[in-house]
Structure formats: C-alpha cells, structure tokens
C-alpha cells in the first residue's frame, strides 16, 4: 500500500488521531477511586468515580457486585457521551449488604443488621464522600441500580428523601426478605426495607418524599419478575409518593439490558429542558 501524500486527508488523519488520544486521556483523568474503612460495616470499602462535571448519579452493584462492576460489564463505555459531556458523575461503592446478604455463614438476623449498616454507610460517609468530590455543600443526588442494587436505590431514597431526588430501579428485587427464608423482619430490617416502613411514613418525612421521583423499569423475559416493581409501585402510590412502573417488554434480567436503557433515562432526566441549576452545580 502507498503512502497517502494528499495533505488535506493527511491532516484529517492527524486530528482524528489526536482527537483519540485526547479522549484517551480525558476517560483516564475522569476515573478516580478512593477507599477507606468503614466502622459501620466493619471492613474496608471503595468510591469509584466516572465524570468530571454535572448531576452526581449513585449507581449501586448487584448482589455481589464491586464499586468497579459497572465499568466491567461496559455500562460506563455506553454512558460515555453523557460523562463527556459534563452532564453526569457516576459514583459507585460495594455492595458490601448485597454480599454478607447471600452469606449463609451469618445469621439472618447479622444480614438484615447489615442491610441497615450499609444504608448509614451510604448516609454519613458516601454522601459527604460525594458531595466533597463535586464541592458543591447538599447538591442532591440520583440512586440507580439494577437487581438488589435497585432494592438499595429505593431504600435509601425513600429513607433519606433530603439527600436523594431521584431514583431509578432497574429489574428490581424489592421483597428480599424472601430470599433468607426467615418469616419476619427484624427491626434493623423493617427501617431498611421500603415495602415494610413506607406503609408507616408519615410527617415531615413524608411531605419531602412526595416531591421525589421513584421510576421502577422491569423486563418481562428470563429471570424477570416485573410483579415486584408493581408492587413496590403501590406500596409508594398508596401514600402519595411519585413514581412510575415502566415495562420494557420481552427482555430478560441481563446487562445487556440494563446498558439499553440506563442511558435514555439519564439522557432525558439531564436535558436542557428539565436540568435545574442544582442539578447542573456538580462541578470538581
């Protein structure tokens, strides 16, 4: 093959792969994570990071799931148009509950105990966490999640409505009490599962939790159970909380899936028509 002499198309070439090199560069710079030990969860834990500017979005693991899980199964690869265009950071921690969860070494009481934990974990250290990275005092945030990780979105949006806005439960699993074959609720777990203490809400708590948005999305192919979302649906329209039951048809409980519509849903909910100044200040 020869050597293109044309200087117009040689030039082109070279931004092009300047323009590559940049982004390369610009993905490396917008990635940070940082750990520490929690005293909540007794054990180390990791932040992860993806963005450099705009609406902080909490993405929590599935059951087994790392802070890093999502850049593994290539949803920060299709979430990259929205990271570079500043509109988004996306944070993620362990899945620290969703582990000791499953753990059929511990007890179920020590399960649901956690549970709890890793909600006061996401409360008193993720958010400070967060809110230092994009040095803006109180921006809300966005919890997302698919799987358990949808349980946890819920969770802690319904329970710390002042801190979470908005959230997004992707296949969700909202009754896993079910899962541990144990017949009630402890008390550390009755106030970490939203279908049993929203019933209870009321007050202050709830008046700010009715001015969020919960939107529960669910297949309805293998491995999905789309009864779950309906009823944690109801359980939130029973006392006047906003929220929305979306099917998206035949398709099944799968990252595949989930990088399908993740993306559209953070597209809209970060256009220029609906963004806030708030939402637009996360900046670091």
């Not at 541990?180 to 939203?194: E, N, R």
């Amino acid at each position: 093959m020869g050597i293109d002499k044309d200087p117009d198309r040689v030039g082109q070439q070279r931004v092009r792969g300047a323009q590559a090199h940049s982004w390369e560069r610009e993905k490396r710079s917008m990635f940070e994570k940082s750990g520490w030990y929690s005293s909540r969860l007794q054990c180390d834990t990791t932040l992860a990071r993806w963005g450099y500017s705009g609406q902080p979005v909490l993405v929590f693991p599935t059951a087994g799931g790392d802070a890093e899980e999502i850049e593994r199964f290539l949803m920060i690869k299709v979430l990259e148009p929205l990271l570079a265009a500043g509109r988004i950071k996306i944070y993620s921690c362990d899945s620290v509950a969703g582990r000791v969860f499953f753990d059929k070494n511990h007890s179920p009481e020590h399960r649901m105990y956690v549970t709890h934990q890793f909600h006061q974990y996401v409360k008193h250290e993720v958010v400070p966490a967060i809110r230092t990275d994009c040095k803006t005092e109180g921006i809300p945030i966005w919890a997302a999640g698919a799987s358990i990780g949808a349980f946890h979105a819920v969770a802690v949006t319904c329970r710390f409505p002042d801190i979470f806005h908005r959230a997004l439960g992707m296949s969700g699993t909202y009754d896993i009490l079910r899962l541990i074959d144990y017949p009630q609720p402890t008390d550390y777990f009755h106030v970490s599962s939203p279908l049993h203490f929203v019933p209870a809400l009321s007050g202050p708590h709830l008046d700010v939790l009715r001015t969020r948005h919960i939107h529960l999305a669910s297949g309805e192919g293998k491995w999905e159970n789309i009864g779950e979302s309906f009823r944690m649906g109801k359980v939130l329209g029973d006392k006047g909380i906003p929220n929305w039951v979306e099917s998206w048809g035949n398709v099944d409980h799968d990252w595949v899936t989930w990088r399908a519509n993740f993306p559209r849903y953070l597209d809209q909910w970060t256009s220029t028509e609906t963004q806030t100044p708030a939402q637009a200040a996360g900046r670091g």
